[in-house]
């Protein structure tokens, strides 16, 4: 399974997680039915609810006239994987990171999910660099 793919999977998991209250493991074997988890989705996933208070506070001062609670759920949660990888996962480029959650926004979001979506993932990168 190639990266977009292991992305896919983990926003499905996350939007579960995010809209069900369900256990990550469960989200996880829902996304990936009978097939064996991807164990960079799992990275992901796990990452990003073991570290969500850090990175809802990543994500909140950039929503401008927003509230997290009252994004799209699949906005919140590609925001949310993104933020992670940026923040956590230091091997995979920033830009890239922001490119898959575009790619992700135009394939499960609205018509301004994808402008939104690097809009503020900019601008936490911008803050993630000065730190």
């Known amino acids: 399974m190639n990266r977009r793919a292991a992305r896919e999977k983990a926003l499905q998991a996350l939007f579960q997680i995010d809209v069900s209250q ?8 829902h996304a990936f039915d009978e097939e064996e988890v991807n164990s960079f989705t799992k990275d992901l996933v796990t ?7 850090e990175i809802d ?18 906005d919140r949660g590609i925001l949310r994987l993104a933020a ?3 923040k956590y996962e230091t ?3 920033a830009s890239v990171s922001i490119d ?6 135009k394939a499960f979001g609205d018509d301004q ?6 809009g503020v993932l900019s ?6 660099e000065t730190n």
């Open 22 to 29: 369900i256990d990550p493991s469960d989200a996880l074997q």
């Open 47 to 53: 990452g990003t609810i073991s570290n969500l208070e």
């Open 57 to 74: 506070s990543l994500i909140t001062p950039h929503l401008v006239n927003w509230k997290l609670e009252r994004l799209a759920n699949v």
């Open 84 to 86: 992670y990888e940026m």
């Open 91 to 93: 091997d995979i480029p």
């Open 100 to 105: 898959e959650a575009i790619e992700l926004a």
């Open 113 to 118: 999910s994808s402008r939104f979506v690097n």
């Open 123 to 128: 601008n936490i990168r911008k803050d993630i």
